[in-house]
């Protein structure tokens, strides 16, 4: 059966949008220049940030930017931004912008998430920003008005039936796509790296400043990367941190599929843990032991799932337990999380509480998500047959991921995009970038961070960290890694050649 899309689109509405829950704008005056105040002068009325836990010296306000950069003078939105500034004047040399992961991820509480983790040298030489990209968050939120159940991660990542069908993952990204042509608006037509590239350039010059310099994390890298190539001149030190690969042929969908390498990098390092004997939730008596164990249990529950109230769905699954176990690969803090699952499962006691999250930002997430992915790039039309083949071919060669990372997305009946093509990484520009990278990471692995690092050429060094999760500066510990990274955003010195930095 031939995937086909069928649905037609609503006819497009222009939509104003605010931001209500932010007093501050952008004001429309012009701005001392730099040089005759000795810093750059930001047009952006800074107040309170709203939300809870946030470092008091914390700062929020908003930048007006065109819903279609091709007309400027058509309708805008307000982008959500934040900022930390300087904590020694006198040392500052610029702006850190941290750019979100995801996609769909916001970023306005990162000054304070991740700020506080970076070294006191460089929150003295930098104001540390970030922002919630467009649809996301507070800068003009998108959703696609979904039913509960299709916000279950096991549902939003398509995990194959137990026999290896993709009936129900076609029916569900039939389903998703037709929901977001329906009812995500005219801003969510426009979400797109690209579109985020040239925000982020708009939030550049709302700062004052001539160029930036960046911390891009997971996505944030893709968009970092992309950012550099369309603004070359405008970049100072370019930090991309767990990198995804920038095949332009396929983008997001190669993401997706690097999973099924990412989880097999990381596992062994799940293994060990779970088989050490100070671990109080040890799993097996030695390593070897663990994966066995592991897929017969994932077998057990596609036959005879169990109840888990409070989950989404509100059973453990075969699938369900897949997902735990990948989003507890992300860090070896999170480890215990899928341990306990198992071994509640396998006892027969009462299953953990459930880690789930409001439906409403599952929504904005779900949405942003679709249509970054969707509208970047139009790899995704392969016919159900070519699927169901893939499929199959992954469940044998990396039964921990059983076919999802090479199944169908709602991309395959997206009508909203692309518009542009895909932005194209190349060694052209200025040799300003530097890739840290954790040897084994579940999202974006070695593999895929490796072809970002070629696309770069010589603009670009990598630091490979003997360490096992997703986040490698000021995230694991490892003071060589740190040190090669804070040394190069002081000081702009980026090492000879890549190198590895053992544990």
């Not at 829950?21 to 001392?32: D, M």
């Not at 916000?151 to 939003?156: G, I, N, S, T």
């Not at 994932?298 to 337990?321: K, Q, S, Y």
């Not at 139009?378 to 060669?397: P, T």
């Amino acid at each position: 059966m031939a995937i086909t899309r069928t649905f037609r689109l609503r006819p497009a509405v222009t939509v104003a949008l605010t931001l209500p829950a932010l007093a501050t704008t952008l004001v429309a005056l012009p701005a001392p220049s730099a040089e005759a105040t000795g810093r750059p002068v930001s047009t952006v009325r800074w107040g309170p940030c709203p939300g809870t836990g946030l470092d008091p010296r914390q700062e929020c306000g908003t930048v007006s930017v065109p819903l279609d950069h091709a007309e400027p003078r058509g309708p805008h939105i307000a982008l959500a931004v934040s900022r930390l500034r300087s904590e020694k004047p006198e040392a500052r040399r610029g702006t850190l912008l941290i750019i979100p992961g995801g996609p769909g991820n916001p970023g306005l509480h990162e000054p304070s998430r991740r700020g506080k983790a970076l070294p006191q040298s460089v929150r003295d030489a930098y104001d540390v920003v970030s922002f919630d990209p467009r649809g996301v968050g507070r800068s003009a939120p998108v959703s696609c008005d979904l039913p509960h159940e299709d916000l279950a991660m096991e549902r939003l990542r398509p995990w194959p039936a137990p026999d290896g069908s993709v009936d129900h993952n076609v029916a569900a990204g039939r389903r998703l796509a037709d929901a977001c042509a329906e009812n995500g608006g005219e801003v969510l037509r426009t979400v797109s790296t690209r579109n985020e590239a040239r925000d982020i350039d708009r939030i550049r010059e709302a700062l004052g400043e001539r160029k930036l310099s960046a911390w891009g994390v997971s996505y944030g890298t893709y968009a970092g990367a992309a950012y550099a190539q369309m603004f070359p001149h405008r970049t100072d030190r370019w930090v991309l941190d767990s990198n995804d690969d920038p095949d332009p042929e396929r983008v997001a969908r190669g993401w997706l599929a690097n999973y099924a390498v990412g989880v097999e990098d990381v596992f062994p390092d799940f293994a060990a843990w779970a088989a050490d004997p100070a671990n109080p939730d040890r799993l097996a008596g030695t390593p070897e032991e663990v994966r066995p164990l592991f897929l017969a249990l994932a077998a057990r529950l596609d036959r005879e799932p169990i109840p888990w109230p409070g989950a989404n769905p509100e059973e453990l699954n075969g699938n369900v337990l897949r997902q735990t176990l990948l989003d507890s690969l992300y860090s070896p803090r999170r480890f215990p999380v899928v341990a306990r699952v198992i071994a509640a499962a396998r006892s027969g006691a009462e299953l953990p509480a459930p880690n789930t999250s409001a439906d409403e930002a599952m929504q904005n997430t779900v949405a942003a998500s679709a249509a970054t992915i969707c509208n970047d790039v139009d790899a995704w039309r392969d016919d159900q047959a070519s699927y169901e083949k893939a499929v199959a071919d992954s469940r044998e060669r990396h039964p921990l991921t059983a076919g999802m990372p090479v199944n169908v997305m709602p991309c395959a009946f997206w009508e909203l995009g692309p518009t542009e093509r895909p932005v194209r990484i190349t060694p052209h520009g200025p040799s300003n970038v530097l890739l840290v990278q954790n040897d084994r990471d579940v999202a974006t692995p070695l593999a895929g961070a490796k072809n970002m690092r070629a696309a770069l050429g010589d603009r670009a060094r990598m630091v490979v960290v003997d360490a096992a999760g997703h986040g490698a500066y000021v995230d694991n510990g490892n003071e060589c890694g740190d040190a090669t990274v804070t040394r190069f955003l002081l000081t702009g010195e980026r090492p000879a050649r890549d190198r590895y930095c053992a544990s």
